[in-house]
């Protein structure tokens, strides 16, 4: 059975950062790609950040520079590091596993106040 326990969220000002944790178990995490995606109220679901399984990464244009994804095969976890966080950046993020189909957690709230 697949599971995907993010941790990390809470209640942050703005300008402050946040670290989300992301554990899987039931793939074999060496070999899946891993996302973090957020859903702000009222909005679709996005891509946040992506890391592939050979620890190429990518971020959406509105956190470059601002949000660092980042995998430890060792400890089958994927973590995005949100530094300089802005109101915007409010939602429910979604750690993402993709091994032959895709996986995702409960979401962890992430809520910034200026």
């Known amino acids: 059975q697949v599971q995907l326990a993010e941790s990390g969220g809470g209640l942050v000002q703005a300008g402050g950062s946040l670290r989300l944790s992301c554990a899987a178990s039931?793939?074999?995490?060496?070999?899946?790609?891993m996302g973090w995606y957020r859903q702000a109220p009222g909005k679709q679901r996005e891509l946040v950040a992506g890391?592939?399984?050979?620890?190429?990464?990518k971020c959406a244009d509105s956190v470059k520079g601002r949000f660092t994804i980042s995998r430890d095969n060792a400890k089958n976890t994927v973590y995005l590091q949100m530094n300089s966080l802005k109101s915007e950046d409010t939602g429910v993020y979604y750690c993402?596993?993709?091994?032959?189909?895709?996986?995702w957690g409960k979401g962890t709230l992430v809520t910034v106040s200026t």
């Open positions: 890391v592939t399984r050979d620890g190429i990464t």
């Open positions: 993402n596993a993709r091994f032959g189909m895709d996986y």
């Open positions: 039931g793939i074999i995490f060496s070999i899946s790609d």
